[in-house]
T-cell receptor, first 115, second 113 residues
Framework: ETGVTQSPTHLIKTRGQQVTLRCSSQ?????VSWYQQALGQGPQFIFQ???????GRGNFPPRFSGLQFPNYSSELNVNALELDDSALYLC??????????????FGPGTRLTVL | AQSVAQPEDQVNVAEGNPLTVKCTYS??????LFWYVQYPNRGLQFLLK??????LVKGSYGFEAEFNKSQTSFHLKKPSALVSDSALYFC???????????FGAGTRLFVKA
């Protein structure tokens, strides 16, 4: 069974640029959530995708967007990067959607640095 | 609105001693509660969860947690700490029927040999 993988591992961008982060879900999982973890803080929920549709969003502006593909892999896109976007971005998959008590399986994260 | 508080930034314990990492929560209705652990430069790993039933939940690596509804707490415990338990621990809560998992700020556990 393959776990959750994320790419790239590290990324450096400058303010105003756009970035795309990628995630492959654990086999058999159809729900993907993305989190932003700033240094010294807990993960903050960005959004969740279930069967290629966004079905929940946290307090993040529209310049944070995503996609989920038929194979349940996912992308997180961030436009007009700001310095405060520097963080570890975590992808987590689970076997079902909201309203359930399933735990999430996290990838190792992508460390984004915005200069 | 749901929230999670981990009142201690850091917990220090000697190897072989019992450990407790504290967590309190605020949520409408009966919560789903989780503990995750994060090692350096790694993603989060699931330890245990409380859904319903017995207030004492047992999880991975000898960890357990006690759900206390009246105190809205879900403290993580281990009878005998190991140096390898040193890591960052996160408590999380989700409302039944909700899509969002809310994490606490984390507690760093140091176990000294």
């Amino acid at each position: 069974e393959t776990g959750v993988t994320q790419s790239p591992t590290h990324l450096i961008k400058t303010r105003g640029q756009q970035v795309t982060l990628r995630c492959s879900s654990q086999s058999g999982h159809n729900t993907v959530s993305w989190y932003q973890q700033a240094l010294g803080q807990g993960p903050q929920f960005i959004f969740q995708y279930y069967r290629e549709e966004e079905n929940g969003r946290g307090n993040f502006p529209p310049r944070f967007s995503g996609l989920q593909f038929p194979n349940y892999s996912s992308e997180l896109n961030v436009n007009a990067l700001e310095l405060d976007d520097s963080a570890l971005y975590l992808c987590a998959s689970s076997p079902a959607t909201s309203g359930t008590y399933n735990e999430q399986f996290f990838g190792p994260g992508t460390r984004l640095t915005v200069l | 609105a749901q929230s999670v508080a981990q009142p201690e930034d850091q917990v220090n314990v000697a190897e072989g001693n019992p450990l407790t990492v504290k967590c309190t929560y605020s949520v409408s209705g009966n919560p789903y509660l989780f503990w995750y652990v994060q090692y350096p430069n790694r993603g989060l790993q699931f330890l245990l969860k409380y859904i319903t039933g017995d207030n004492l939940v047992k999880g991975s690596y000898g960890f357990e947690a006690e759900f206390n509804k009246s105190q809205t707490s879900f403290h993580l415990k281990k009878p005998s700490a190991l140096v390898s338990d040193s890591a960052l621990y996160f408590c999380a809560v989700r409302e039944p029927g909700g899509f969002k998992t809310i994490f606490g700020a984390g507690t760093r556990l140091f176990v000294k040999a």
